[in-house]
């Protein structure tokens, strides 16, 4: 098995462990777009694997058309994806803050179901992929070998979740979608428009999402199914992460990429996911609140 | 027994409850074996829209992930009935047993640490999904190529070992809902019941009380995961064929609740008033479909989309409620609270 090359097995590990890495910033940045709406609105965004790959076909419909590479399509992708999110919240998800828990789920559920197979009626169930001219290439670092496309589309994922972090940390905006999360009726009292500010900040998580889904269409095939199968991946980074912790999620995401990508080496590659959803039952059991989260009573 | 199982429901409502029943036997005789097979599905949903809402609509707990009971359900009797020629009325028990550990384990991991709401529910749909990818290695039930039960031609119903027509398979379903519903009304008036709903309203509250609503949201739980699975026995002896990526689907999860929600969660009629609601709709859905000569699939998952987003929006408690005032039968009782 080891006979390829000059690489010894613990080179190997290395290897998988650095791509698992990149891949899992990625699936960082996706996760960070669902713990701000979460953070901030309160309300759990089922929909939001569905709402990358609607990122992803926009991304491959660019690409084959035009010829544009994901990365650079990105930029209007999260464009596109803000509108889509402020709309959202704006029209429907607005009227159900007061409601209770599982009735927002369920409205969500029923978005991600017809998201999803709108997908699947306009594209079918097939796998699409793109092939960039870069698609092959590869870096040595020292015993490393790094996919280039998947250094490319973690360096994205690393300078929009710095934009995000200084957008909330420095801006007035961020200041004030900020206080809307710490206090609801406070935010309320000083007059900020909150209804507008969890518009704003559904749109921004919805960006995220849809920045992450351009990137992820260098690295892998989009098929409608695996929006739910995204959905899923984005809750176990974000509880394992710390629900509304911003670090949390991108930390959450890198150890999911890398549990997934040896879980693949050690055994099967289609059993992988087994190993994220095995991550989540460990932090249930000893870190609920998740490795960075706070504590609640 | 049947003083407790009558309390509280009124009078007209026994009437129509007659009726419907009365309709629900005599049907079979009179409609195609299409439409046997269709009236079978209403109730196999209100059958499993009834068991999830005892963890739902009962204790408040959202389950996403129900998909886990029929499959693990569905793939325990079918497995020992292929391999060991074991009975599925025996086999069942197995069943019934393995789906109740499966609750229990996730039970236990949520609400030891008060894992609640959206937490428990994405806890629900992991576990789901782990089973779903660990079935598809799993070579003794022939992983993701499905495993099959086999079939013949069957001149006679052979109850014993569930070989035989749709009507025996209707009529077995039939008796497990009403078993179903009469078993639902009769724990709601039970202890268990009482403490569930209030669980369900305030868990504090509930707390402060004295109840101890760890065991209770348990108990909750198991029963749930173990009448679940029966529908999967029923489910995998009636397809005759199972494979993880389908039965073990979060669509399946979702397409279970459906029924309750639409219906009214937390009321005894409201899984099989969705049930009918639904599986009438989308049978007329595929009909108009049929007539127009689309085939695409997909259709009738953003139907069923559009309707629970219609359901949520506008009739929160679902159409019972609504419904039963249409009809004079709003009497206040536990399971509808003001």
Redesign the interface.
Known sequence: MFTRGSLVPAEIYLNVAASGLLTGLVYGLMALGLSVIFGVVRV?NFAHGEMMTVAMYIALVLFTAYGLDPLVAMVPIAAVLFAFGYLLQAG?IN?FIT?P???Q???L??????L???Q??AFG?DAQGVHTSYSFDSYALGPLIIDASKAYAAIAALVVAAALFAFFRFTLLGKAIRACADNYHGALVVGLNVKHLYALTFGLGAACVGAAGAMLMVVIDVT?SIG??YT?LA??IV?TGG?GSMPGALLGGVLIGVTEALGGLLF?P??K??FA??L??LV??FR?QGILGKKTA | MIKLLLAGVPRTGLLMLAILLALFVALPFFVSDYLVTVLFLILYFAFVGQAWNIMMGFAGQLSLGHALYVGLGAYAAAALYVHFGISPWIGLWASMGISAVAGAIIGFLAFRFGVGGVYFAILTIAFAEFARIGFDHFTWVDGSSGFFLPVANYTENDLWNLRGSTRMFYYLMLGMTVAALLACHALLRSRAGYYWLAIRESPEAAQALGINIFKYKMYAVVLSAAMTSLAGVIFAFFYNNLFPEQIFHISRSIELILAPIIGGVGTLAGPLVGAFLLTALAEGLREVMLQLGVDVPGVKQVFYGICLLLVVMFLPDGVWPPLSKLLGLDRKTPDREG
């Open positions: 759990v429907l009227p409601r828990e599982h009735s789920f369920m409205l559920v029923a978005i991600a179901l017809i999803v197979n709108l699947l009626i169930p409608p739910p199968a899923l809750f176990v509880i629900m099967t289609s059993a996911s087994m959803f095995g989540l039952v249930l059991l609920p």
